[in-house]
């Protein structure tokens, strides 16, 4: 695969939990050179049995490595984390790109201390690795793009930043729906919601189609378990869900909750 010219760059990706290893994997089997890929994580030695049986450990660089190295940066740590960049220095023409949820650009280029910062939120990896992945990216840019169409991963268009907080929770949906089993009260609290985010309708119809079907309680649990990040957008929701609160206001919560990380960190800025 041609990759619009990618697969001649080199792509870092700092922090390898599933998003980073769903990102690195999707690369590899759509066509990446695998050489060309630079990982890194922070030691925990169950991620790096993850990467080990995954193939991956051939990639594992140092951080300022891949800062100093990768044409394309992808930042794929918890956004309550990404002060731990702060001071770190990319490639002068490295494409930064951040897929932490709620952290704005003008927040990121204080972080990086840099101006080609560009935000790309996902899906989660099982779709991603599916080729039935949706993602959003801000501001635009034609490499991304491009690199996410050899990805097959279908690109949702924007109408500015503000859309991300929406995307972010919308794109979990497929966990919010196996946490609330009623499809009435599904359609109606996204019906409700969508009137004032359209992106939650344009992503609903997405969300049935990549659901898993899971048939015990366990699955459930360990899906959404794998799906959720401790403090994030999507244990936000399912919390909302399982207190029994409406559906609508569960993803009204989740949107809340990236702003409130968003709030956090520019605090801690300060």
Request: charged residues 20%; aromatic residues 6%; glycine residues 8%.
């Amino acid at each position: 695969m041609d990759f619009c010219g990618v697969n001649q760059l080199k792509v870092g990706i700092v922090g390898c939990g599933h998003l980073g290893q769903g990102i690195a994997l999707s690369l590899i089997q759509n066509g990446f050179p695998k050489e060309k890929l630079m990982l890194s994580y922070r030691g925990n030695p169950a991620t790096y049995q993850q990467l080990e049986e995954k193939g991956l450990v051939s990639c594992l660089c140092e951080n300022q490595t891949i800062l100093e190295q990768a044409d394309i940066l992808f930042i794929t740590i918890k956004p309550q984390d990404i002060m731990s960049m702060e001071g770190n220095r990319a490639a002068k023409d490295a494409l930064i790109v951040s897929c932490a949820a709620g952290l704005p650009i003008s927040l990121l280029q204080k972080v990086f201390s840099a101006e080609r910062i560009y935000r790309m939120m996902l899906s989660g990896p099982d779709t991603i690795l599916e080729g039935k992945g949706v993602a959003a990216i801000y501001p635009e840019q034609e490499v991304l793009a491009g690199l996410l169409n050899q990805m097959r991963v279908q690109k949702i268009p924007l109408s500015g930043e503000g859309d991300l907080n929406a995307f972010s929770a919308a794109v979990c949906l497929p966990a919010a729906m196996l946490q609330e089993s009623d499809p009435e009260k599904i359609q109606a609290g996204v019906c409700a919601i969508g009137k004032e985010y359209p992106l939650f309708l344009d992503l609903y119809d997405w969300a049935k189609q990549v659901r898993p079907s899971l048939r015990t309680q366990e699955e459930i649990d360990a899906y959404i378990a794998k799906m959720a990040t401790k403090g994030g957008i999507t244990e936000a929701i399912v919390n909302s869900l399982k207190r029994q609160e409406p559906f609508a206001d569960a993803l009204h919560k989740g949107i809340e909750r990236g702003i409130e990380i968003s709030s956090a960190v520019q605090s801690s800025l300060k």
